[in-house]
């Protein structure tokens, strides 16, 4: 008489799951543009690398049952088109529209003028960060996004990217200090 061992079939045989790229991978596209935007600082190489990603992962449709979070995935996808693009084209120096350095919600010149100061100090604060703290900053406040999902997108666990987070807002927030209190 022998002993089976019964383990549970998840093991074995992963939940398969219909994914359609109109209902779940196109509805995507905004966030995946602020991610490339993030990283690019350029409003024409974000749409690009939009375009890039859904090309890339419709070309992937085959292995879509084999993947955990296909929102995950496409993150990943668009932030390395991202960051190659960003190195390969030096598109870390150009400065983003103007339009998107004045808040509609500013009422006189100058505060129009202080917010576009203030986002263009933080743009800058940002592009100092290693490009992993970077993307986590960008995941976490711009596109708010959990501790576990930064995780699974960039392939980090939950602590380092904690840490990673920690350590990005006391840079910046230091390198803030020391410019603002150079100006007294």
Same mark, same amino acid.
């Given at each position: 008489? @022998? ?11 992963? /939940?398969?799951?219909? +994914?359609?790229? =109109?209902?779940?991978? %196109? ?11 993030? +990283?690019?600082?350029? $409003? ?5 690398? *939009? ?5 890339? &992962?419709?070309?992937?449709? #085959?292995?879509?049952? !084999?993947?955990?979070? +296909?929102?995950?995935?496409? $993150? $990943? &996808? ?10 390969? #084209? ?20 100058? #505060?129009? *003028?202080?917010? =576009?100061? !203030?986002? !263009?100090?933080?743009?800058?604060? %940002? ?21 576990? /999902?930064?995780?699974? $997108?960039? @392939?980090?666990?939950?602590?380092? *990217? ?8 006391? =840079? ?5 200090? /020391?410019?603002? @209190?150079? !100006?007294?």
């Amino acid at each position: 008489m @022998g002993v089976t061992f019964r383990t549970p079939a998840r093991h074995y045989y992963r /939940e398969m799951k219909k +994914i359609s790229f =109109r209902d779940d991978i %196109l509805p995507l596209k905004d966030k995946l543009y602020r991610l490339a935007l993030g +990283i690019t600082f350029d $409003t024409a190489e974000a749409e690009d690398i *939009v375009q890039d990603t859904l090309i890339k &992962v419709w070309g992937k449709r #085959e292995e879509w049952t !084999g993947i955990d979070s +296909i929102e995950a995935y496409c $993150t $990943t &996808v668009c932030r390395n088109l991202s960051i190659d693009r960003s190195k390969k #084209e030096e598109t870390r120096h150009v400065q983003l529209d103007e339009s998107l350095h004045t808040r509609p919600d500013a009422s006189t010149p100058y #505060e129009q *003028v202080a917010a =576009r100061d !203030g986002l !263009g100090l933080l743009q800058e604060l %940002l592009r100092e960060l290693p490009q992993a703290q970077q993307d986590i900053v960008h995941l976490r406040e711009i596109e708010g996004k959990s501790y576990k /999902e930064i995780a699974e $997108t960039l @392939g980090l666990s939950e602590e380092q *990217v904690k840490v990673y987070l920690f350590r990005a807002r006391q =840079r910046i927030k230091k390198r803030y200090a /020391e410019i603002q @209190g150079y !100006g007294l």
